[in-house]
């Protein structure tokens, strides 16, 4: 250990959970839910400006964020542009942590954070393992299902639910 690094006791790790979010599903509030356990502070980092056409604006998704995990001690929601890792140090992070559903995550997975770690190599990326129950889920495939008349319910928290049903449906809560 180096000379000003603090005891391991001191040391107050915070962790980014970045990611689209394009909506907010059970399976990222598990990722929060396990990640939270392991770090001091979990920051939500909604990337802005991504190429891909998203279905709901940022403010929308940081509203949704906010509103599942408003609750839960330590973990807040942020939006970033740029470089994932320079958005990680700008915020005092040392971690970030990314969800593997399943292996065909992995090569992407493996990729982005081999290059984060060769653009910052104090920045340590750490794979979570999704929870049973949430491997299958995906922001694209419940956007599918709802839109093509199928129940999602259980797979999204009841506010992205009723949030999908309105933008997707046309249905008024
Ligand atoms: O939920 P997603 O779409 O899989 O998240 C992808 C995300 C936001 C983690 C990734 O696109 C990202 O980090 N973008 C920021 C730009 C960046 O840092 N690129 C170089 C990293 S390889």
Not at 35 to 48: A, E, K, Q, T, Y
């Amino acid at each position: 250990m180096a000379h000003d690094d603090p005891a391991p006791s001191q040391k107050r790790i915070t962790a980014i959970y970045p990611g689209s979010f394009d909506p907010f599903t059970n399976g990222h509030l598990d990722l929060v839910q396990r990640g939270i356990r392991l770090v001091d502070r979990l920051i939500i980092g909604i990337l802005r400006n991504d190429q891909k056409e998203a279905l709901f604006s940022v403010d929308e998704r940081i509203a949704m964020a906010t509103d599942v995990v408003g609750g839960i001690p330590n973990v807040e929601v942020a939006t970033f542009d740029g470089l994932l890792v320079e958005f990680a140090a700008r915020s005092g992070a040392s971690v970030i942590i990314r969800g593997i559903r399943a292996i065909s995550d992995y090569e992407y997975e493996l990729q982005m954070a081999l290059m984060n770690r060769r653009l910052r190599p104090d920045i340590e990326t750490v794979f979570l393992l999704a929870g049973e129950a949430h491997s299958f889920i995906s922001s694209r495939l419940v956007k599918e299902v709802i839109r093509l008349g199928g129940n999602i319910s259980g797979l999204v928290p009841p506010s992205v639910e009723g949030r999908l049903r309105k933008r997707l449906l046309g249905e008024h809560q």
